[in-house]
């Protein structure tokens, strides 16, 4: 099974480009299943604030039966993790309990795909962040677990081995083709395949943030995704794909091609 989405959905430079112009806020999401045909969403706002129960019965409401949501997870518990005088990983256990108490309704309702745990270009593979990883993973017990990492210092076969080691799923980026970036490397390690395209800007280091994302993938490029996206999906009992290239709605474009391709 393929599930093909984008990474958010409520972005104010979709209005006239993806959705309709003079469409409200509130509407976005239902919009975003029922009339672009996306059955799985991966929500970015938990990076930035550890969220409510309330928002996320909010968005079930909002969508069918079926659909899933991935959750990325709070900053504390993938980039803001060290003491600042030691350097230290520090004890974040709280953190973890209230952002698994916000996932109770997704996962009482069958609509959690999984958690994703996206870490800083900052973080690379030592013992330390090893044993890091098992915590992290024991900590969410049974909820699905995918892991992304920004620096290419974890192409390394301990790394795979461990993912299958605790059952987590790797996540395979597709970014520009920059010394020290992950390269588009199609793994599976768990029984959940995982694809996350950033775009290819060449200026990824030297723009902000927001405009890091504008990038359109071209027909060929997307077709060249299709053969490895089959490989995980045999591999696996399910694979998701989202496209993070946000910037003006070129994920929504690039989503709605791919599942084209795939059809």
Same mark, same amino acid.
């Given at each position: 099974?393929?599930?093909?989405?984008?990474?958010?959905?409520?972005?104010?430079?979709?209005?006239?480009?993806?959705?309709?112009?003079?469409?409200?806020?509130?509407?976005?999401?239902? #919009?975003?299943?029922? $009339?672009?045909? *996306?059955?799985? @969403? &991966?929500?970015?706002?938990?990076? +930035?604030?550890?969220?409510?129960?309330?928002?996320?019965?909010?968005?079930?409401?909002?969508?069918?039966?079926?659909?899933?949501?991935?959750?990325?997870?709070?900053?504390?518990?993938?980039?803001?993790?060290?003491?600042?005088?030691?350097?230290?990983?520090?004890?974040?256990?709280?953190?973890?309990?209230?952002?698994?108490?916000?996932?109770?309704?997704?996962?009482?309702?069958?609509?959690?795909?999984?958690?994703?745990?996206?870490?800083?270009?900052?973080?690379?593979?030592?013992?330390?962040?090893?044993?890091?990883?098992?915590?992290?993973?024991?900590?969410?017990?049974?909820?699905?677990?995918?892991?992304?990492?920004?620096?290419? #210092?974890?192409?390394? $076969?301990?790394? *795979?081995?461990? @993912? &299958?080691?605790?059952?987590?799923? +790797?996540?395979?980026?597709?970014?520009?083709?920059?010394?020290?970036?992950?390269?588009?490397?199609?793994?599976?390690?768990?029984?959940?395949?995982?694809?996350?395209?950033?775009?290819?800007?060449?200026?990824?280091?030297?723009?902000?943030?927001?405009?890091?994302?504008?990038?359109?993938?071209?027909?060929?490029?997307?077709?060249?995704?299709?053969?490895?996206?089959?490989?995980?999906?045999?591999?696996?009992?399910?694979?998701?794909?989202?496209?993070?290239?946000?910037?003006?709605?070129?994920?929504?474009?690039?989503?709605?091609?791919?599942?084209?391709?795939?059809?």
């Amino acid at each position: 099974m393929i599930r093909i989405g984008t990474s958010g959905f409520s972005f104010p430079d979709w209005k006239g480009t993806i959705y309709p112009k003079d469409i409200k806020d509130r509407d976005m999401l239902t #919009y975003y299943e029922r $009339d672009l045909g *996306f059955k799985a @969403l &991966e929500v970015n706002f938990t990076y +930035y604030t550890l969220p409510s129960q309330n928002s996320f019965i909010g968005m079930s409401k909002k969508t069918s039966e079926g659909f899933e949501f991935v959750v990325k997870c709070f900053k504390g518990m993938t980039h803001e993790i060290r003491d600042k005088g030691t350097k230290r990983i520090i004890d974040n256990r709280e953190i973890f309990d209230k952002f698994i108490y916000s996932l109770q309704p997704l996962v009482r309702e069958g609509k959690l795909g999984c958690v994703l745990a996206q870490f800083p270009y900052s973080f690379f593979p030592n013992s330390e962040s090893f044993a890091y990883l098992r915590s992290f993973k024991e900590r969410l017990g049974e909820i699905p677990l995918v892991m992304e990492f920004r620096n290419m #210092y974890w192409l390394k $076969d301990s790394t *795979f081995s461990l @993912l &299958e080691e605790i059952g987590v799923g +790797y996540c395979v980026v597709d970014e520009p083709k920059l010394p020290k970036l992950m390269p588009f490397i199609p793994k599976a390690t768990s029984e959940l395949g995982y694809f996350r395209l950033h775009g290819r800007n060449p200026n990824w280091f030297n723009v902000p943030t927001s405009v890091r994302y504008d990038y359109l993938y071209s027909e060929d490029e997307l077709r060249s995704f299709v053969q490895p996206i089959r490989e995980i999906e045999a591999r696996t009992g399910k694979t998701l794909i989202f496209f993070n290239n946000c910037h003006g709605g070129s994920a929504a474009r690039n989503a709605l091609e791919l599942v084209r391709m795939l059809s």
